[in-house]
């Protein structure tokens, strides 16, 4: 070995190959487009917000978030902070490139098995937040937590655990 690396890319380069991969994820899934749901990248750390809408309203009287929105938020939260995390290695690595993918190119998402929400209170008319952590990640097999929170990231609003298949990986 000659213990030599290659220059490193400059900082730029890497950060528009992380932005481009994660707006084709994203864009891949219409109902997270439906949901208006967006995500923001820290290093390989991603939060999903909900900005809020009108339509996400689900009691007018009080108002509330629909239980189904932050669910869904949730949900999609795990599924790509599980597929970001996933992928992390190789598009590093610049093994995968995103740049004009169609989306029979891109990586199959996890399937969820189950998805338990605990709604810990209303959610309010407002954007929302959400954070993923891995708890377990195999192969096959992983299990996520998921918190949502909206004005203070210590007080969630709800909280959901998820338990999910990986895609296999292709054989190219």
Do not use: C
């Amino acid at each position: 070995m000659s213990g030599k690396r290659g220059k490193p890319e400059p900082v730029q380069v890497v950060k528009q190959r992380r932005d481009g991969a994660l707006r084709a994820l994203v864009n891949a899934v219409p109902y997270i487009r439906f949901l208006g749901i967006e995500f923001e990248r820290r290093g390989d750390e991603l939060t999903g917000i909900m900005p809020f809408k009108q339509d996400l309203i689900g009691n007018p009287l009080l108002p509330a978030l629909h239980g189904g929105a932050t669910a869904a938020f949730l949900e999609v939260t795990a599924v790509m902070t599980l597929n970001w995390t996933y992928l992390w290695d190789d598009l590093e690595a610049g093994k995968l490139s995103f740049d004009d993918a169609a989306p029979a190119d891109l990586p199959r998402l996890p399937k969820t098995v189950d998805f338990t929400v605990d709604y810990l209170r209303t959610g309010l008319p407002r954007d929302a937040y959400a954070r993923a952590r891995i708890t377990r990640a195999g192969r096959r097999y992983a299990s996520v937590q998921v918190e949502a929170w909206q004005d203070n990231r210590d007080r969630h609003y709800a909280e959901g655990l998820g338990h999910f298949v990986m895609p296999h990986q292709r054989s190219d």
